[in-house]
């Protein structure tokens, strides 16, 4: 292998390492987002994928087809899955919180239980698992995804004492920052004014 062949895949992984860190790619050679080093990857990895749910610039990650599957059998939007994702964990199967949730989606144990996920750091299960707890909380509060990414982070219940998403900095910063990443991700329908009590 040639040097100027080290230096270009050395790129191609670091590109890949970023876009799953959530962070832009900055300088590099890499290739283009058509034949980069994670989409070869994910297609290699993912055979029987479906259509990848792209960041700007083309960029995926390796859990695209497993988050379209999810979001298509739990009736989410895609964009809207993938956003929560790159909030929860930054596409880290193996993140874990100091107060307990781990995985993609960061489920605490018990709702991982409740939603049939044994193993959270298996991105499969973590992903089907936090689609359909998305789901419930969509359904819960009328389809409302401010509402629903709000029950995802504080709970169901301050959602509901305090009629909309709940004054608390952290969960008001929460769902912002995640609608934000749905729009980037070709969201369908989501309001401009995302903070409604």
């Known amino acids: 292998m040639s040097a100027e062949a080290v ?3 050395v790129s191609e992984i670091q590109a890949m ?28 990895t993912a055979p029987t994928a479906t259509a990848a749910v792209a960041t700007p610039g083309g960029e995926s990650t390796p859990y695209d087809s497993l988050i379209s599957d999810a979001a298509q059998r739990n009736g989410v939007d895609p964009a809207l899955l993938k ?31 409740s939603l049939g996920v044994t193993d959270p750091s298996d991105p499969a299960q973590a992903i089907e698992g936090g689609a359909k707890y998305l789901k419930a909380q969509l359904d819960r509060f009328g389809g409302d995804p401010a509402k629903a990414l709000a029950a995802y982070n504080a709970g169901p219940g301050a959602v509901q004492r305090f009629g909309g998403v709940p004054p608390y900095a952290e969960t008001q910063g929460y769902v912002q920052k995640v609608l934000g990443y749905a729009r980037q991700y070709g969201a369908q329908s989501l309001s401009t004014d995302p903070i409604t009590t």
Request: hydrophobic residues 35%; proline residues 8%; charged residues 10%.
């Open 17 to 44: 390492l970023g876009t799953l860190r959530g962070q832009p790619v900055t300088g590099g050679t890499a290739a283009p987002p058509d034949t980069s080093f994670a989409s070869t990857l994910q297609s290699a």
């Open 83 to 113: 956003g929560l994702i790159r909030q929860e964990s930054g596409f880290d199967p193996n993140a874990r919180s100091a107060a307990g949730a781990a995985g993609l989606t960061q489920l605490m144990p018990g709702t991982a239980a």
């Open 7 to 9: 230096v270009t895949r």
